[in-house]
């Protein structure tokens, strides 16, 4: 069976090659040989390719460069999953796409189930959820895949910005009221993987947050990040870390506040425990430190 990867380059795409490549011949092609912005292309490489199982990765990612370019973020992040749903309605292929917290109001202090009303605070979250809607809405057999606060050894992501950070500078201040999980790449790659058979054989569909367990700020996870790099022979500069409110960061794009998700829905479909966030670092961390 063919299997298209899209955004194969990215923190999540990169590992869903490895984690699918166990179900069949693994497509993966780069922004250079399919531009996912141009719909014949992506339409021309669907009927070459054929492949029975897609994975979305792709995504316009660039939450506050969204708020002046909504369109492109709406034509990666909307009319591409609906274009790829489509295809799979009609070729009765199986489609796992990714959506985000960012698609919630991110109100209150209680963790979003995946029924909870949505209400996107910026650009890039109406577009996510744009293509919630498209996927949900052709009926097509899919599983999409909701979570938060992405982070892997690659990529661009917190974790890689503030180890650097914490190299360059003594003094760091970092948001300690938004409150999440911080998800790697690689668990989204795992249970997507733990997915492939349920979804190909019609036993679940739906949206389905993933994301370990408990709960951390921003701050936090940066006090994490430090500690455990520490532990783990990295060299790091920075002494103080101030916790800073976001109106004291403005940004152009509004943050949810509360990026809490529920994951006992996946956890009872896939009879799978997420594991804590902390543990999940520190695999990672590891990773990244070690080149391993
Ligand atoms: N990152 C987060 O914190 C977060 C949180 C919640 C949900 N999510 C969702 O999780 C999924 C994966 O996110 P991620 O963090 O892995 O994203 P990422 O690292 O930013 O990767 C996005 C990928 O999309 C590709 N892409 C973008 N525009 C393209 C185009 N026109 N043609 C071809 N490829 C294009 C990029 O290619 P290049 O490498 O060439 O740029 C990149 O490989 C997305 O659906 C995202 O919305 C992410």
């Not at 179900?23 to 992506?42: C, I, Q, S, W």
């Not at 749903?85 to 109100?107: E, K, M």
């Not at 599983?143 to 003094?171: C, D, H």
């Amino acid at each position: 069976m063919n299997i298209l990867v899209t955004g194969g380059n990215g923190q999540v795409g990169f590992e869903l090659i490895r984690s699918l490549s166990v179900f069949g011949h693994v497509l993966a092609p780069t922004r250079d040989e399919l531009d996912l912005t141009d719909k014949n292309a992506v339409a021309e490489y669907l009927a070459t390719h054929q492949p029975q199982l897609i994975a979305n990765a792709a995504a316009y990612t660039a939450v506050d460069k969204a708020e002046s370019e909504p369109q492109a973020a709406d034509r990666l992040n909307h009319l591409l999953p609906k274009q790829l749903a489509q295809y799979c309605l009609d070729n009765r292929a199986a489609l796992i796409h990714f959506s985000s917290d960012y698609v919630y109001p991110g109100s209150g202090e209680k963790p979003y189930t995946e029924d909870s009303k949505t209400e996107p605070l910026s650009e890039y979250g109406r577009s996510k959820w744009a293509g919630d809607r498209a996927v949900i809405g052709s009926s097509c057999n899919h599983v999409i895949l909701r979570t938060s606060w992405v982070y892997s050894a690659r990529g661009n992501n917190f974790m890689k910005t503030m180890l650097r950070l914490a190299s360059e500078r003594e003094q760091l201040s970092i948001v300690n009221d938004q409150i999440g999980a911080p998800t790697p790449a690689r668990l989204l790659a795992e249970v997507s993987a733990q997915v492939v058979k349920p979804l190909m054989s019609h036993e679940i569909q739906g949206v389905f947050h993933v994301a370990p367990q408990g709960e951390t700020s921003w701050y936090g996870f940066a006090e994490a990040i430090f500690s455990k790099a520490v532990k783990l022979g990295a060299e790091i500069k920075v002494k103080q870390v101030e916790g800073i409110s976001t109106s004291d960061y403005p940004t152009p794009a509004r943050r949810p506040l509360n990026s809490r998700l529920t994951v006992d829905k996946i956890e009872q479909a896939l009879g799978l425990r997420m594991p804590g966030w902390e543990d999940a670092l520190e695999h990672i961390l590891m990773e990244y430190l070690n080149g391993l």
